[in-house]
């Protein structure tokens, strides 16, 4: 809970915008927590296939389309409603979208499909100072996930917020590599390493979750949902306030930055031990003052079902302020380092949203933090982005 000291931090803020947000680390006063109710089993599309282990691909042929098992919606429900009341306990005021039957099916002039969910607001929403931007999505099944979040962006509009949608992309065929698609994970990851990705250069697209903040600093990577057209894009809106870099990690199946380089305060972030920073961009971070921590083993079972995530979910967790950091309540491992490095650890259940390929930094978009515009050491990144 708050103290006195921090109960009268937030009282000075009274004045900070209604959308302010420049980095992951600042105070954190408001809040989206998405909502998993709605959410439908994506179809067996290219993105799908390649983003998921092979073992689950029967389960998206068989159920694509459908709405996800009941007895997987319910408890992920519950441990996001726990999350919202420990947030609120926090002083932390907490939105949501509005809920949706993404299992509907819908056609454009170029594809048909069915939804996904609304309960990733870090891959659709992110808001840089005061201007909320909503990302051309690259998956088929999350060409409508915006409706959810429409209230909402509507409010924040009249109350004086910025609110910019990229373009959003026609996902005609020309967009995917489908003979990418058609290899099997090896030969994929070796297309990988060539600087080949199920997503093509058609037009722009990215996940807002490839993209990381530190101030006037944002890293972003190529993945199979954010190309380089969409860091064109993004590139050039920001314009010179800011700069883009792009940054590689030994990760050769891509999609998400936030389970390889999680920041937690100013010179401080960690990184993944199964797929770090590609040569060179880790001294880049330490030449510009910042350490790089691996981050803890996690701890999720064998047996637990992750679709469309990996077990490095442990690392998705959300800074609350340069002290506090909520973790799955499991990770064991992943609390202790952080109570090492001196960080107080608010633990959650949050398992069972795991299955939904996310926890906690995915499922929110900060929307205010007690946060300006920095520079954070990386004027000059070294010629390597």
């Not at 069915?114 to 992110?126: I, N, T, V």
Request: hydrophobic share 40%; net charge negative; aromatic share 12%.
């Amino acid at each position: 809970m708050l103290d006195l000291n921090q109960l009268s931090q937030l009282s000075l803020n009274s004045q900070i915008p209604v959308v302010n947000s420049h980095n992951d680390w600042d105070l954190l006063l408001e809040v989206i927590v998405g909502c998993v109710k709605g959410a439908s089993v994506p179809q067996f599309e290219a993105n799908v296939k390649v983003d998921s282990p092979p073992k689950y691909w029967d389960f998206f042929q068989q159920y694509g389309g459908h709405s996800f098992p009941k007895d997987w919606i319910e408890p992920a429900d519950r441990e996001l409603d726990e999350f919202c009341r420990v947030l609120v306990g926090e002083g932390i005021q907490v939105r949501r979208p509005d809920v949706v039957d993404f299992s509907q099916p819908y056609q454009t002039p170029d594809f048909k499909a069915s939804g996904l969910y609304a309960l990733m607001p870090r891959d659709l929403l992110m808001v840089i100072g005061n201007e909320i931007i909503e990302a051309p999505l690259a998956w088929r099944s999350r060409f409508f996930e915006y409706r959810a979040y429409r209230s909402l962006m509507k409010e924040y509009l009249k109350q004086g917020a910025k609110w910019t949608t990229a373009p959003k992309p026609l996902m005609s065929e020309e967009l995917y590599d489908f003979e990418f698609a058609a290899k099997t994970p090896d030969e994929q990851e070796a297309l990988v390493k060539q600087g080949r990705y199920v997503t093509t250069e058609f037009e722009p697209c990215f996940d807002t979750a490839d993209i990381v903040r530190f101030g006037r600093d944002l890293f972003v990577q190529r993945s199979h949902v954010t190309n380089m057209m969409g860091i064109t894009w993004l590139r050039q809106h920001l314009g010179y306030q800011y700069r883009v870099h792009v940054i590689q990690f030994q990760d050769f199946n891509p999609m998400h930055i936030d389970a390889s380089l999680v920041p937690l305060r100013p010179g401080l972030a960690l990184i993944n031990p199964d797929r770090p920073p590609a040569p060179g961009y880790a001294e880049c971070f330490k030449k510009a003052g910042w350490d790089l921590v691996e981050s803890a083993p996690p701890t999720t079972p064998e047996h637990w079902q992750l679709p469309i995530a990996s077990k490095w979910i442990s690392m998705n967790l959300l800074s609350l302020d340069t002290k506090r950091v909520i973790v799955e309540r499991q990770e064991e491992p992943t609390q202790k380092l952080l109570k090492d490095l001196g960080f107080t650890v608010i633990p959650v259940d949050f398992r069972h949203v795991y299955t939904f390929g996310g926890s906690f930094h995915c499922v929110t978009c900060d929307m205010r933090r007690d946060s300006q515009l920095e520079d954070y050491g990386f004027s000059e990144f070294y010629g390597i982005s």
